[in-house]
Each structure stands twice: as structure tokens, then as C-alpha cells.
């Protein structure tokens, strides 16, 4: 055991009643399981977070009551079978030396369903639907439900229950003016605001006895206008603790605020001092959340007195285990979470089942499994870029005999590019990672060598990884002294001129304008200027944290035009949950977005563009360097010679389908194959 290198993250927790064997909460995530009612599996998934380390695990919101889901058909305890099916769930964490609190999440005006509810009948910016503004006997049946939650939980087996008060949900919207106007005795003072979540915690705690854990998630800076003043938020976590709590969680701000709360660009444990600001206002354990995804961020936060534990989520979907290896001294064998959202939030926004990018397994666990090879063979892989490197690490792991190949001298493929991205240094640990697999799995690494067709014959499998090409967009001019290809830019460090066009505007060209606004510094490493940089303020100082004069951004390093032939919003098809924030970083940094062009020509003067089939409207975007982020095409040029010499082999990633490519794709194709090989 070397829990002696995270002596603050291994401290059991003592909350009177029972003890908590570390300070890692698994902070809730929805995953859609539960709405598919495929029990065995959820329990598989939450059984190996507890197999994993996790002290404490915190469900999926599940609704109170119909109107208060989610969206329709969210999933809650509402009948004898929900209560047996949780049981499975709970009997599991527990057998695997776990607890477990299942999450009531009321949306709310969030609640993607025409019956929604709130304290007053204004629409969220983020929603469709106008709430219903509740009445006196609309509010009780609300507090009553909670209280039936909670107690049926207990009754399925919970440790405990989390009640969401933060994010701006239904109870964070009766606390606020933003979102309660209302005059009678839950709206107008700050004690009439809090009437709500105060009565839901004090009833449940009354319904549920002594021995139970009640977790109150207490939004501590809510990064909306109107939002809490720093002194009403401890008086809030005063109340709830003499309501009955036994813990407060932190919540950061609501899903409309417009500062980017657990993206990859937020520096990490970007909100700790908040929750610290918390620390020995109350009696019962406070903890903190969002951006902390390695342990030893989670010992440096527990060690600066920032909280008495830490929330890590979405760390537990890429590593099951990250609390086990931190534990066993296998820390460098921890998938990290890199903060993308892409499988996650991303799904979740989809109405698809989330997993993550590091880790296709998560939540399928029961389908998709890495059994010992039965009979062992050599594999060559070719490519050390995502999913190369997935097939050889899954494989190796499988008993293969497994070499790697890559022309390049240093593995990581697009993700060497990637991690040079300003707001993308999560990329260096994904690397690192790879490399350390690498190593336990034993895979054979033979880098800077061009694998050719001769030195893949002798091998029972061959695996073609070798990615993709830029695209050549044809552009007349385009060989000019002006015009770099992204590669160049990124990974040759090319000079750019002052005066930048960017021809392309998917995930590659907003990157490239991203390395060039903020080229040499990067926000994402620098708490105090990423918090200029999106108008985060102190909230003791201004009520919800928005500091008064807004996002103060630094001054852009180039000046830059992003352009696109689709007559559509630029950035349209990036992250269902990070597009914004693409898009307002480059916005704030001044960089031009133009869709709707056909690229003319190119000479010294710039790029020369027209608009619409009948090319009208020719205008000069004036640049000094003109850079080519056009797509990709795949390189299939070692897979079709080994199959003229009779050779098939697996084709994946990039190589295999190059349009709109991602790292989540190129993965979960390799993890698939690499379990059947
Ligand atoms: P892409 O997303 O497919 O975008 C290609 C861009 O080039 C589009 O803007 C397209 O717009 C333009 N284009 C296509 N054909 C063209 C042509 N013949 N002439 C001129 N322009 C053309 O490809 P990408 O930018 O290379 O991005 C893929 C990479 O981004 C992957 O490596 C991925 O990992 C990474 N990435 C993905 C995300 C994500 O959210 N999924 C985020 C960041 C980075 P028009 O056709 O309208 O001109
Ligand atoms: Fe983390 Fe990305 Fe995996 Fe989500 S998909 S858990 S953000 S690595």
C-alpha cells in the first residue's frame, strides 16, 4: 500500500454515525443507465467505483416526482419494482466494501418537460418551457415528495441521500431573486427564500432517523446576476446544517451561467478557495468539486484546508479504480479524465448513454470486456496516435505479443498536437498515460520507423492505426510563402504573421485559432487570469461571483479571421457541451468567424473570398500568413499494400474514416477490436 504519498485523500472520514474510509466522494453523474432499466449492468458500473476506492458514491439525479425530472420519463423511486432494482445497486456497492447516496434532483424550470415547476413562471435561457409557478399546496406536495425519496431510498438500501440544491435547480431557484419573485412566504427575504430547501432538508432528516447520511449540494457561487451574496450562502450552510445535514457538497455555478464551470480549459480545482471560504462557518464536513481529477490535486486541496473531502466525478468513468491505483502505488497506471465531455456530458445531451473517451468500458462494463486472450498471437500495430495506441496497450493486456510501429519519434499522434492547444494541457497526462501502459503491458514500442509491408508478414494480425492527412483544398495561391499547413503551426512552430486567415473552422481550425490568440500563455494554467478572462469574481465581494466589470480578456497575440464554405454558424458541430466556450474564447480574443465563402485565390495581399453559388461579393480577408485547416483524409497507403500482397489487415481510426475524427471514435474502435483479437 502507498497511501503514505496521499496522507490528507486517505484520512477516513468519522460523521458520527458510520465512518468514511478516505475523502473521495464519486460526485454524481447521470449516466442513462438507470432509464434503461438494465439493473445489472448499473450495478456493475457502480460496484467497480466502489471495488475502486470511491469512500462514498453519489447517484444519478433521480426525480422526486414526474414534474421534477430531468426530462420526461427521468428515473426515480416511484414503485415497489424501483426500490427492489435499486437494492441490486446497493447490495453491490456494499458487497464491494462501498457506500452509496442516491442523488434527488428536482429540475425545476430546468426540466426539459411542459409540467415543469418552479417558484415563479419565468423561462430559463437554456430551456423551452415556461414553468408553472407553484402555489402553498403546489409547494407542499413538492417538500413531501423529497421527503418519499429520501425515505424510499433508505428503504432500498442507500447510505444516504443527496439533496441537489445547487446548479440552479428547483431549490436554487426559490433562493434566488434571479429566479423567485414571489411576495408570499417563499419568496422576499432571503429567509423566506430559504424556507424551501431548509423545510426539504429538515423533513427528510425527521423521515429518515439519525443514522443516515443527508449530503446538502449548496450552490456557493451561483455566476448568475442576482445570485447569493457570500453571507447568505453561510447563513444558508448554517440552516441546513441545524436542519439536519451531514455534509455540504459545493455547487458552482448554474448550467445557464456563462462561465465554463469543469471544461478541459478551466484550470484546475479552479473553485477550491471558494469552498474554502466555507471552512469552519460549519460544524459538519464540507467538500469541494469540479476540475480536481488527479490525486494529487485532491491531496493539495485537502492539504490547503480548502475542504474536508473532495468531489471527483467524472474521473471515476476514466478510471474505475483511480482511488485503488492511487492506494497500491500504481498511479501512473490512472486513466485521466482530460475534462473533454465528449462521451459524458456530451451523451448525456444527446440522450445517449454516456462513457468517456479514455475508457470506452465505462458504463459497459457487462459488454464490453478484456477476457485473457485464449490463445495468445503477435500482433503488429502501425501507429502510436489514439488508436494504435488503445488495440496495443488492450491487446498486450489480453496476453498478445504486441509491436507497436510509428514513423514519428515520440508517440500521440493528433494528441501530440492536440496537448499543445492552449486549455488542452489534460493532453500531456493522456499521453503520459499511454506511455506508462505501454510499458506495464510489455508492448514492443519501435518508434521513429516507417513500418513497411516486409516487416508486417510475419504476424498473425495486422493493425493499420496510421491516421490521417491534411486535407489539400486545391486553393490557387496556395503554395505561396504565406500559407502553413495546421502541422506546421502546431508542431513545427512555424513563424505566423500578426494578421492571420484560418481556412477551415472545425475542431483543428478553432484550435489553431486558439494557439495564436493566446500564444505563450495559456489561461487554463493561471487561475487569476482565467477568472479576468471570464469576469469570475469573489463572491463576498459581489453577489453570485460575477465581478462587476465583466470578462476582462488579454489582448490577442494575432489578429484572426476563421473561415468556412457552410453558410452556417461557425463551430456548429463541436461539443454538444464545449462548443460555447470555443466559440466565446475566440469571440472574446476579437477572431472574425465568416461562413459562407468559396476561397478565390491567394496572393500576398491575403486570401481572396466570394460569396454564395453565384460567387459574389469578392472580398480580401488582408492577412500576412494564411494557414490550411481543411480536414483531414485518411492515410491508407500501408493498408492497401498489404492487401495487394494478400495481407488483410484491421483498419482503424483515422485511417479507417478521417471526416470530423475524434479521439472518442478512434478509441472505442480500437478497444472494440483489440477485445476480440
Ligand atoms: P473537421 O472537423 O472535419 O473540419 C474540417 C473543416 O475544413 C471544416 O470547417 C470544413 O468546412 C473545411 N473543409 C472541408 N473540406 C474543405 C475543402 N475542400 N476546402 C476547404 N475547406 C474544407 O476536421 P478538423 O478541423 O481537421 O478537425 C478534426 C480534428 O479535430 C480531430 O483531430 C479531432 O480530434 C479534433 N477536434 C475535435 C473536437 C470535437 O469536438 N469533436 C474538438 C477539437 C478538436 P467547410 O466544408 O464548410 O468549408
Ligand atoms: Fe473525462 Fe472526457 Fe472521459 Fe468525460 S469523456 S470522463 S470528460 S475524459
Not at 259 to 268: D, E, F, G, L
Not at 457 to 473: C, K, L, S, Y
Not at 575 to 584: C, D, F
Request: proline share 5%; with cysteine.
Amino acid at each position: 500500500m502507498d497511501q503514505s504519498q496521499y496522507p490528507h485523500m486517505f484520512a477516513p472520514l468519522d460523521l458520527g454515525f458510520t465512518t468514511l474510509r478516505n475523502r473521495v466522494l464519486m460526485g454524481s453523474m447521470h449516466t442513462g443507465l438507470e432509464e434503461l432499466g438494465e439493473w445489472e449492468r448499473i450495478a456493475t458500473y457502480y460496484g467497480a467505483r466502489a471495488r475502486g476506492g470511491a469512500a462514498l458514491i453519489v447517484t444519478g439525479g433521480m426525480a422526486p416526482n414526474r414534474e421534477g425530472g430531468v426530462f420526461a420519463g427521468a428515473a426515480g423511486l416511484f414503485s415497489q419494482d424501483d426500490i427492489a432494482n435499486h437494492r441490486i445497486v446497493t447490495d453491490r456497492v456494499h458487497d464491494e466494501g462501498g457506500k452509496i447516496a442516491m442523488q434527488i434532483l428536482h429540475a425545476g424550470r430546468y426540466a426539459y418537460n411542459p409540467d415543469c415547476v418552479a417558484p415563479s413562471a419565468i423561462k430559463s435561457p437554456i430551456s423551452p418551457f415556461v414553468p408553472k409557478e407553484l402555489d402553498e399546496e403546489g409547494i407542499e406536495k413538492q417538500i413531501n415528495d423529497f421527503v418519499t425519496a429520501a425515505t424510499r431510498a433508505r428503504e432500498a438500501g442507500y447510505d444516504g441521500v443527496e439533496i441537489m440544491g445547487s446548479e440552479g435547480y428547483f431549490l436554487n431557484q426559490f433562493i434566488v431573486r434571479h429566479t423567485n419573485k414571489r411576495t408570499d412566504r417563499w419568496g422576499g427575504s432571503y429567509e423566506n427564500r430559504i424556507r424551501l430547501p431548509l423545510e426539504v432538508v429538515r423533513r427528510c432528516r425527521a423521515a429518515v432517523g439519525e443514522d443516515f447520511i443527508i449530503i446538502y449540494r449548496l450552490s456557493m457561487i451561483d455566476l448568475v446576476p442576482d445570485g447569493s451574496t457570500f453571507d447568505e450562502v453561510v447563513e444558508l450552510a448554517q440552516k441546513v446544517e441545524a436542519a439536519g445535514a451531514t455534509i455540504i457538497n459545493t455547487g458552482i455555478g448554474w448550467h445557464e451561467a456563462r462561465v465554463p464551470t469543469i471544461a478541459t480549459s478551466v484550470p484546475r480545482a479552479a473553485f477550491t478557495w471558494v469552498t474554502k471560504k466555507l471552512m469552519g462557518k460549519v460544524g459538519i464536513p464540507v467538500i469541494t468539486s469540479n476540475r480536481i481529477n488527479t490525486p494529487e490535486v485532491a491531496d493539495q486541496v485537502l492539504a490547503d484546508g480548502c475542504a474536508d473531502m473532495v468531489s471527483m466525478a467524472r474521473p471515476f468513468l476514466a478510471d474505475a479504480e483511480i482511488v485503488a491505483k492511487a492506494a497500491d502505488g500504481r498511479r501512473d497506471q490512472i486513466a485521466p479524465c482530460i475534462a473533454c465531455n465528449q462521451a459524458c456530458l456530451d451523451h448525456t445531451f444527446s440522450g445517449k448513454i454516456s462513457t468517456c473517451l479514455v475508457n470506452p468500458r465505462a458504463c459497459y462494463e457487462t459488454e464490453l470486456r478484456y477476457e485473457p486472450a485464449a490463445q495468445p498471437k503477435t500482433i503488429a500495430v502501425v501507429g502510436a496516435g489514439p488508436a494504435g495506441l488503445e488495440t496495443a496497450i488492450v491487446a498486450a493486456e489480453r496476453g498478445h505479443k504486441v509491436t507497436l510501429f510509428d514513423k514519428a519519434d515520440r508517440i500521440g499522434g493528433q494528441l501530440d498536437m492536440a496537448r499543445r492547444i492552449p486549455g488542452k494541457e489534460e493532453f500531456n497526462g493522456l499521453i503520459g498515460y499511454f506511455e506508462a501502459r505501454l510499458a506495464a503491458t510489455g508492448v514492443s514500442v519501435r518508434l521513429g520507423q516507417a513500418a513497411r509491408t516486409d516487416m508486417l508478414q510475419g504476424f498473425d494480425e495486422v493493425v493499420i492505426a496510421t491516421g490521417v492527412n491534411p486535407r489539400d483544398p486545391g486553393i490557387p495561391g496556395q503554395d505561396g510563402p504565406n500559407v502553413l499547413g495546421y502541422i506546421d503551426v502546431l508542431r513545427g512552430g512555424a513563424a505566423v504573421g500578426e494578421k492571420v486567415a484560418i481556412i477551415g473552422a472545425g475542431g483543428i481550425g478553432f484550435d489553431v485559432a486558439e494557439f495564436l490568440v493566446e500564444r505563450g500563455h495559456s489561461p487554463a494554467t493561471d487561475l487569476e487570469m482565467w477568472k479576468r478572462e471570464w469576469g469570475v469574481g469573489d463572491p463576498e465581494e459581489n453577489p453570485g461571483g460575477l465581478a462587476p466589470d465583466g470578462p476582462q480578456p488579454a489582448k490577442p497575440a494575432h489578429q484572426v479571421t476563421l473561415l468556412q464554405r457552410k453558410a452556417e454558424k461557425l463551430g456548429r458541430n463541436l461539443g454538444k457541451t464545449t462548443g460555447w466556450i470555443h466559440r466565446a474564447t475566440l469571440k472574446m480574443k476579437g477572431v472574425k468567424m465568416i461562413g459562407g465563402v468559396n476561397y478565390e485565390r491567394i496572393d500576398a495581399d491575403g486570401l481572396h473570398v466570394s460569396f454564395g453559388e453565384a460567387r459574389e461579393n469578392p472580398t480580401l480577408i488582408e492577412a500576412d500568413t494564411i494557414i490550411l485547416c481543411a480536414g483531414q483524409v485518411s492515410e491508407r497507403s500501408l493498408a492497401d499494400a498489404l492487401q495487394e500482397k494478400g495481407i488483410t489487415p484491421h483498419v482503424i481510426g483515422g485511417a479507417d474514416k478521417a471526416g470530423e475524427l475524434d479521439a472518442k471514435r478512434a478509441i472505442n474502435q480500437a478497444a472494440r477490436l483489440a477485445a476480440i483479437l
